[in-house]
């Protein structure tokens, strides 16, 4: 049975600071653990979490390159950090900064991912607000969801390129705080 889409109210909630929103899935991004932060924010409850693909919370202002982004570099076995706008059950959205990393077997095989959000720096939202506005303008210029996926991430590379930057050093230069900060 389909879920009915969600729409957003426009109004921005968040959740304290020491509080880490925690979720698991499997490598086909289906939610296999929330905890109760995660519940408490999203507004829903466990048992409408698990089973259901992450993108459950997806906000359409969020730019589809940047998620392009996190799943190449996390079946690449590697770990990504990202500021995500998400959206709650009732169509309020939250900002998280989000660490997801890869979860391996005991043959190094990839078995689902593990993702660890906190409340993203303050000072990094203007920056990241207007970024994500110009690749979601990108994505809806381009003649379909495709190509403009691919001119989002065109745009990335070519940003990345410009500062000579990779995409977590780009990430965390959007804040005053060190790496140190952002993951203690």
């Not at 957003?8 to 925690?22: A, C, H, K, L, Y």
């Amino acid at each position: 049975m389909a879920r009915p889409p969600v729409t957003p109210t426009g109004r921005e909630v968040s959740f304290d600071e020491d509080q880490i929103i925690v979720s698991k899935t499997d490598l086909r991004g289906i939610i296999t653990y929330a905890n109760d932060v995660f519940q408490q924010v999203s507004g829903y409850s466990e048992a409408e979490l698990l089973g259901e693909p992450h993108n459950i919370l997806r906000h359409p202002r969020m730019p589809a390159c940047v998620f392009r982004l996190l799943w190449d570099t996390l079946k690449s076995g590697e770990e990504i950090f990202a500021y995500v706008l998400n959206l709650a059950k009732n169509g309020d959205e939250y900002w998280v900064f989000a660490h997801v990393t890869p979860s391996f077997d005991a043959r190094g095989q990839i078995v689902g991912y593990h993702s660890n959000r906190r409340v993203p720096f303050a000072d990094a939202l203007p920056k990241v607000r207007a970024l994500y506005a110009q690749l979601l303008a990108l994505e809806k210029a381009a003649p379909d969801r495709a190509r403009g996926m691919e001119a989002g991430l065109e745009a990335v590379t070519s940003l990345l390129a410009q500062q000579g930057k990779d995409y977590a050093e780009f990430v965390f230069g959007l804040s005053e705080h060190t790496r140190m900060e952002a993951v203690a």
